[in-house]
């Protein structure tokens, strides 16, 4: 399979050879990005404070003299989480505004309707604002992503519980989405590895609200274990619903609910909710001088202490920095894509876990951390989550 993979990423590399000699969005002082992303609707709760972030590494980094002497350019456009909308912002991205590169672009949906028009046009797509396996599975020369698959942080939460609970049944509560589909693909290829009863796998769309019937199908299913691929008001809908209605079993979710507005919901009724997340917390009052500049930026320009999507998209732009700094004066498709496999054993000033990329390999992310709901607030249950045993690779 890894043989067949290669091959389809080589016919694809020389396929596109001619647009990659030849970049767009490239001259001898500048270097154009563009993202779609979400400022306005849904999930602007995560892609406004992103972009902001991302803006913001972006202009440290001109201030600097940019890199190699190109200053970076951003060129973003809101979709309000619609998937046309996002096709209609890639296609002026492309055509009109000549990106060199898609960057941190936000949505699963989003994202897999829009890669083709990038890849037809040879323009990377990079580290998207979603943890989907298909933003980088199977392996393409333009397609990389710095997170933990959905799928493995299903993995890594059920395999570490089990480790310390030793669990026999449980259940899941997901999206009815790809989504969805990935989480419980990760959850149920774990617990046929381990050799875990899955009781029941209860579906909702995004947009419900309202979750008495779907916890009490949970709670009468007699599962001991309970995992959620949600996002962020349906994991605390469905998980107050579960405890109100004494439901006593651990309860875990993926990255998407770590947010200061989760443990502090319902008056301590999100105590004792688990997440795996590939970025923890961050103490602002210590560490290197570019953690706290960076959070006293982003509070003037925001008006708000940062979020972990904050975080996401510094970390986004500061890596893509960094493959610029690999590919040399001599920009090219070929060399920036170069440039990001041979980032290895990177590690942020927000003290997440370390990133790696190879030519093999274009998920970056190493480890996930465990963070639980303890006092209105998430405390740290362990640093480092390995989502790596027997096929998992």
């Known amino acids: 399979m890894k043989l067949q993979i290669f091959g389809l990423a080589a016919a694809l590399s020389l396929s596109a050879a001619p647009l990659y000699a030849n970049p767009q969005g490239v001259t001898d002082t500048s270097v154009k990005f563009g993202s779609h992303t979400d400022l306005s609707g849904p999930l602007a709760i995560g892609g406004a404070p992103s972009t902001m972030a991302s803006q913001i590494r972006f202009d440290a980094q001109n201030a600097a003299g940019g890199v190699h002497g190109r200053q970076i350019e951003l060129v973003v456009e809101d979709t309000q989480y ?10 002026k991205l492309v055509q009109n505004d000549r ?19 990038t890849d037809r046009a040879g323009v990377p797509y990079v580290f998207p604002l979603t943890a989907a396996a298909s933003m980088a599975e199977p392996l393409h020369p333009l397609h990389f992503s710095y997170f933990v698959t959905y799928a493995n942080q299903a993995r890594g939460a059920i ?6 609970e030793g669990f026999s049944t449980m259940c899941m509560q997901t999206h009815s989405t790809e989504y969805g589909e990935e989480n419980r693909r990760g959850m149920e290829a774990i617990a046929e590895e381990l050799g875990i009863e899955v009781k029941l796998v209860g579906t909702h769309k995004p947009t419900d ?11 009468n299913a007699g599962c001991e274990f309970v995992y959620l691929g949600t996002t962020v008001r349906d994991s605390m809908a469905f998980y107050m619903s579960l405890r109100q209605l004494g439901f006593e079993g651990t309860v875990a979710s993926n990255m998407l609910p770590f947010l200061p507005m989760v443990p502090q919901a319902g008056g301590g009724a999100m105590e004792g909710l688990y997440v795996v997340t590939p970025m923890g917390a961050v103490d602002w009052s ?3 001088d570019e953690r706290r500049e960076f959070r006293d930026e982003f509070v003037r320009r925001a008006g708000e202490e940062p979020s ?4 996401y998209g510094w970390l986004a732009a500061d890596l893509t920095i960094k493959a610029l700094e690999n590919a040399g004066p001599d920009l090219t498709v070929e060399s920036f894509t170069k440039g990001i496999e041979q980032i290895q054993g990177y590690q942020d ?11 093999d390999d274009h998920f970056g992310g190493d480890e996930l951390m465990l963070y639980v709901v303890k006092d ?4 740290l249950v362990e640093q480092s989550v390995d989502f790596r045993s027997g096929n998992d690779g």
């Not at 619609?82 to 296609?91: D, F, G, I, K, S």
């Not at 672009?105 to 028009?117: C, K, N």
């Not at 972990?308 to 975080?311: D, E, I, M, S």
């Open 82 to 91: 619609q998937v046309p909308l996002a096709v209609r912002a890639t296609n």
């Open 99 to 117: 990106v060199f590169a898609l960057f941190h672009s936000v949505g699963t949906q989003q994202s897999l309707a829009t890669m083709p028009i």
């Open 159 to 164: 395999r570490y519980f089990h480790g310390k």
């Open 209 to 219: 609200s309202e979750f008495a019937g779907a916890a009490t199908a949970i709670k």
């Open 286 to 288: 210590t560490g290197p």
């Open 308 to 311: 972990v999507y904050a975080l």
């Open 349 to 359: 000033p927000f003290g997440g876990p370390t990133i790696t990329f190879g030519p």
């Open 376 to 379: 209105g607030k998430w405390e």
